[in-house]
């Protein structure tokens, strides 16, 4: 198995286990990650930190990979399984979104999220 999808794999099961540490040491120090909750991108390690603690706050996103694939352009494409809750229990979202990722020097250094059209 390649090593980048190691990685990748490893970013999804520290953040449905919300180890929140785990997953930044995947990351480079100047990650560019989608809010896809409230628009935009969040910079850096404390940008990340920052979003997702809010975010836990009030969701329960789970996010199942469910194909991994290299892109011709080196970038990674994941097929994924999003689950959301609000923190009452109430289901909010359950979609299939892919997530395109760029990796540098073994580490995640940019996120994007498409929506999936049948």
């Given at each position: 198995?390649d090593?980048?999808?190691e990685i ?5 099961r ?7 540490d785990?997953?930044?040491a995947l990351?480079t120090g100047?990650i560019e990650?989608?809010?896809g909750?409230?628009g935009?991108?969040?910079h850096g390690?404390e940008g990340v930190r920052?979003?997702w603690?809010r ?15 290299r892109?011709?352009?080196g970038?990674f ?7 959301v809750h609000?923190?009452e229990?109430?289901?909010l979202?359950?979609?299939q ?7 540098r ?7 994007d999220?498409e929506e999936?059209?049948?």
């Amino acid at each position: 198995m390649d090593k980048e999808i190691e990685i990748l794999q490893a970013a999804y099961r520290n953040f449905n286990a919300r180890n929140l540490d785990s997953v930044l040491a995947l990351m480079t120090g100047d990650i560019e990650w989608p809010n896809g909750w409230e628009g935009g991108y969040v910079h850096g390690h404390e940008g990340v930190r920052d979003y997702w603690t809010r975010q836990w706050a009030v969701l329960d996103p789970k996010v199942k990979p469910l194909e991994i694939h290299r892109l011709e352009d080196g970038r990674f494409a994941v097929e994924v399984h999003q689950i959301v809750h609000d923190r009452e229990g109430k289901l909010l979202a359950d979609m299939q979104v892919r997530h395109i990722y760029r990796l540098r020097a073994g580490l995640i250094e940019r996120m994007d999220i498409e929506e999936v059209t049948s």
